[in-house]
């Protein structure tokens, strides 16, 4: 099948995987992420899942619970964030803070985990970043596990198969689509082949893949839906070719602006060492103008050579020098 005509993934998952009947696609992307067999409950609602035509088309994210209640945040970034990583953080802290309610106990906290597929270079040396809290004694480096008696509570109330902090607090995956240049070697390899190229070999195998490779045909597409998609990947390069342009912008006028200030400044230290030479030269002229001024004083007075000498600092030489220059 042609390359072109799959559906971007951030498309999909925004406009058709959300159906019940589409869930198995999800449930593979995000079995193979976590390695473990995994179950969409439902997908929920959240403000950045509205499809109107004025959407902000450089996010895409929705929010997942699955079968354990565990929640799963899936973000699609096609631009550079100077301040990603604090989105993340923030984007974490208000799915937890709003799946609790007021004066529950802590217990009702839920499992997160924070899933972003970025189209920027993040300037590692990985396609695919995984992270979260973990603590590790200072002394030894051991990590800390919970207690029997904190495993249980735990079990008790809905956790399952928990054994230190990091099971229960949030993380973060990390999936540099554009960093991933490798051949496709394993289930996750060849997810971010698709990821990065729209594009899945009929050899692809990874689960969630031959549901996509079904569902997730332009040819499937209804004429409205292809209009849509068509007006996405415009704006979507639309949006990119912005950045870029305003990107070169700036560096051009940049180097324009350092050109013009290095020049100015350079016509500044110029200016400041040329005074301070003719300074320097001036002082030297103005000094011998008076010594000359001096011998010739004393000259008409009939001092002698010695005295001139005396007076100027100058030697007998020099001095006759001088005054035999003022007699021609």
Not at 3 to 25: E, Q, S
Not at 105 to 114: C, W
Request: proline share 2%; glycine share 8%.
């Amino acid at each position: 099948m042609a390359k072109n005509n799959y559906i971007r993934f951030d498309w999909a998952i925004k406009r058709l995987l959300r159906n019940k009947a589409d869930y198995t696609v999800l449930e593979g992307f995000l079995s193979v992420l976590l390695n473990d067999g995994m179950k969409i409950k439902n997908i929920k609602e959240s403000e950045s899942n509205k499809a109107s035509a004025d959407d902000k088309f450089n996010i895409v994210d929705i929010l997942v619970e699955n079968s354990r209640g565990e929640l799963m945040i899936i973000e699609i970034q096609n631009t550079h964030q100077s301040d990603y990583f604090l989105r993340m953080l923030y984007g974490v802290s208000k799915v937890i803070s709003e799946h609790i309610a007021e004066g529950d106990k802590y217990h009702h906290v839920r499992k997160v985990y924070h899933i972003s597929i970025i189209y920027f270079t993040l300037g590692g040396d990985d396609y695919v970043y995984w992270g979260g809290n973990e603590f590790r004694g200072l002394h030894t480096g051991s990590p800390l596990v919970l207690t029997d008696k904190e495993k249980e509570y735990l079990t008790q109330r809905g956790w399952s198969e928990v054994q230190t902090p990091k099971d229960l607090h949030p993380e973060y995956c990390l999936l540099c689509a554009e960093d991933f240049d490798k051949v496709a070697k394993n289930s996750l390899d060849e997810w971010m082949h698709y990821l990065k190229n729209t594009e899945i070999p009929d050899s692809f195998t990874a689960p969630g893949l031959p549901e996509a490779r079904m569902q997730l045909r332009q040819d499937n597409l209804s004429e409205q839906e292809r209009i849509d998609y068509r007006y996405y990947l415009k704006r979507n390069r639309y949006e990119n070719d912005t950045i870029e342009s305003t990107l070169e912008d700036g560096i051009r006028i940049g180097r324009a602006e350092g050109k013009e200030i290095g020049r100015a400044e350079g016509e500044a230290i110029g200016l400041e060492k040329g005074e301070a030479i003719g300074l320097e030269k001036g002082e030297a002229i103005g000094l011998e103008k008076e010594k000359i001024s001096t011998i010739y004083r004393m000259s008409a007075k009939d001092k002698s050579i010695e005295d001139i000498s005396d007076a100027t600092d100058l030697p007998a030489h020099q001095i006759q020098k001088i005054l035999n220059s003022l007699k021609q």
